[in-house]
């Protein structure tokens, strides 16, 4: 098997945890410490999988120059990093910038791995919008610290909420347009009424009914 050394600080913590399974200490818990355990140092292992992960794809450097949509070729590379809060906490990414005098740095790797204008992934994102719909931004907050231990602000939080729906719009007009584009004609269905309703013969009341009209 290919070793990849990007994996060996997570495969190194693996192996710890299966250790202290496999302990008296351990062997002393019961099933909720034992859940507890591994959501907190579970949690930790999937982010340094995550920091692995990235490490391989690399920096993002695809050759000498980048010449933007502006026709501008950028010719000065250097490394800048991005802290992005994930679903199993924090990550640097390191990704190669591409520069130029008076023109705006673009970063390849930014593409490649979708990485949002806010640092907070869009997974984590629509976690936190799904939670936003069912009860208030602190609240919400609160839950999601509580089940992925990552600390958004209320103003990231707010922030996220408005990019979110600035499509709400555009998706149903859309969403419209769908629907008549696939609609078929049908046969009218016309129902008529005079509005006089329901006709009642005294003679047909009963004794007490009829003795009040």
Do not use: C
């Amino acid at each position: 098997m290919e070793n990849h050394d990007s994996f060996t600080f997570a495969e190194n913590q693996f192996l710890q945890m299966t250790d202290f399974l496999t302990s008296n200490e351990a062997n002393s818990f019961n099933l909720s410490e034992v859940e507890e355990y591994l959501q907190k140092d579970g949690r930790e292992l999937l982010r340094n999988l995550l920091i692995g992960y990235l490490e391989e794809r690399g920096v993002g450097e695809v050759g000498p120059s980048v010449t933007g949509s502006d026709g501008i070729k950028r010719t000065h590379k250097r490394l800048r990093t991005r802290n992005i809060k994930t679903l199993f906490g924090e990550v640097a990414i390191n990704r190669m910038a591409y520069s130029g005098r008076g023109v705006a740095s673009l970063f390849p790797l930014d593409g490649m791995l979708n990485l949002p204008l806010l640092g907070v992934s869009y997974h984590l994102q629509k976690h936190l919008v799904l939670e936003v719909i069912k009860t208030s931004f602190d609240e919400s907050i609160e839950s999601l610290e509580r089940w992925t231990g990552v600390k958004i602000t209320k103003e990231q939080a707010k922030q996220i909420i408005i990019e979110s729906a600035k499509d709400f719009n555009k998706f149903y007009d859309e969403k419209i347009l769908q629907e008549k584009n696939i609609a078929t004609a049908q046969p009218l269905l016309i129902l008529t009424s005079d509005g006089k309703g329901v006709v009642m013969l005294k003679s047909d009341l009963r004794e007490a009914t009829r003795s009040r009209t």
